[in-house]
């Protein structure tokens, strides 16, 4: 499967956000899905995930009740809303898919698939 993420910007503190992810094939509802980030000199690190029919979602500390994932599978499309933006959630955001593994598995390596990465920067 093929990923393009797309939506980032330069945003202000406490604005809103949202990023989307498209992924080629036919066979997008039998992936998990996530959003990592990545912030200069750090490493990748987990931001959320939602199961293959959209049902369950997971979130790291730092972004819950702030961020929303979402799916539809239809469109072949996952999304994240991001709300109430922080300084710190400045990075390049990619969407990845997992094929074998469950939401709550959020590891880079349980995840199989890329995108390019969206850069979302905040400003104080």
């Known amino acids: 499967v093929q990923l393009q993420a797309s939506g980032g910007g330069l945003v202000q503190a406490g604005d809103s956000l949202r990023l989307s992810c498209a992924a080629s094939g036919s066979t997008f509802n039998t992936y998990v899905m996530g959003w990592f980030r990545q912030a200069p000199g750090k490493e990748r690190q987990f931001v959320s995930s939602v199961s293959r029919r959209g049902i369950a979602t997971y979130y790291a500390d730092s972004v819950r009740d702030r961020f929303v994932i979402g799916r539809d599978n239809a469109k072949n499309t996952v999304y994240l809303q991001m709300n109430k933006l922080k300084p710190d959630d400045t990075a390049v955001y990619y969407c990845?898919?997992?094929?074998?593994?469950?939401?709550?598995?959020?590891?880079?390596?349980?995840?199989?698939?890329w995108g390019q990465g969206t850069q979302v920067t905040v400003s104080s």
């Open positions: 990845a898919a997992s094929g074998t593994h469950n939401y709550y598995d959020i590891e880079v390596k349980d995840y199989d698939y």
